[in-house]
């Protein structure tokens, strides 16, 4: 097993026209961060690039894919790659003020799919060898004292059988989570839990076959 742990792992020498392409999503799609006010849109709106060149190991590839995926929306990006198995974990995380209201959390659970899908289809639709991804996203919560601490948002997994099906010009982040993706995860409390040791009930939680 590899690990690998990066805040960025651009290379311009090694990919020149990734500075061009995140530069454009900034300008002209509002990729840029969201301030500490408002949560940030779950709608996407950058494409997913070709995977960089081969002189990366495949964890940098990953890592790679998801900024750019994500319009850079990910922070503390963590690659865990099984060689043997070709599977791959993806864990990062949203900033923002932490979802309390309705409309909060809705967003907040929009751009957990939207960010999932993101990245899956950045790594399923690249020439990286996978047999299966997973993706889960974290972003602050309440614990039980209300401090404000790190903590689980939602997570996605997909195998290379059922990915090998996706037409992905053609799917949307809410149908890859309710029909493709094999498990999936969704939070639904991020205020206290108010009890010693507790831990938050998903909102969803779907094994598709």
Known sequence: MVRFRFSRILNMAVCPWLGVVVAACLMI??????SAHTLPVATPTCDTPPAPGTTLSIPE?????????SCN????????YQQSGEAAQIIGTISGVIPLTSSQISAAQEQVKVLCFQLERALWTSD?????VTVTILGPVFDDYYDQVISWYGTADLAAK?????????VS?????????????????YDSFQLWDATPSASSSVVNS
């Open 162 to 170: 059922a990915a090998a099906h996706v037409d992905w010009r053609r």
């Open 73 to 80: 929306r990910l922070h503390d990006l963590s690659v865990t």
């Open 173 to 189: 982040a809410d149908q890859a989570w309710t029909s493709i993706f094999a498990r999936t995860l969704l939070r639904v409390d």
């Open 128 to 132: 990286i060898s996978l047999q299966d």
């Open 29 to 34: 799609s509002g990729c840029a961060a969201s």
């Open 61 to 69: 590839r990953i890592v790679a894919l998801s900024e750019l995926a």
